[in-house]
């Protein structure tokens, strides 16, 4: 884990409302790192040759980079924090992370970089589900 997101967190004169400050920078940079992901697979579906079986791919993965990207900025923001926002917004993204995973997932045997997007999605979907736990 990366410690810039970690000590960012860390240094905010927010208190966290008892959230475990470990699993949210972890969700952070587990939503990040999807995010990046999503849109280097949906671009490397885009110069595959076979383009229309990986329409829904493209999307799944253009939706899934957004909502990570603001699932992370969400997390990002503790003035004024609100547990039922960020469990809203931890749940969707979440389900979103699933059904990309997924998608890319039936891909995988034949594209790379949709096995790797898979497994971001996978550990992404994890990390929110972890904190949503530790949400109590």
């Given at each position: ?88 917004v931890l749940t969707a993204c979440a389900a979103v992370c699933e059904a990309c995973g997924a998608e890319c997932a039936s891909h995988a045997e034949r594209h790379e ?24």
């Open positions: 884990m990366s410690t810039v997101v970690k000590d960012v967190l860390a240094a905010h004169p927010a208190d966290p409302g008892g959230v475990d400050r470990d699993r949210l920078a972890r969700c952070v940079e587990e939503c990040l790192a999807c995010a990046q992901a999503c849109t280097a697979c949906a671009d490397a579906c885009l110069s595959e040759e076979m383009i229309t079986e990986l329409a829904k791919c493209v999307r799944t993965d253009a939706d899934c980079a957004d909502i990570c990207a603001a699932t992370a900025a969400v997390l990002s923001r503790r003035t004024g924090y609100d547990t039922g926002l960020t469990r809203a970089h949709c096995r790797v997007c898979a497994e971001a999605c996978r550990r992404c979907e994890q990390a929110c589900n972890d904190l949503l736990t530790s949400l109590g």
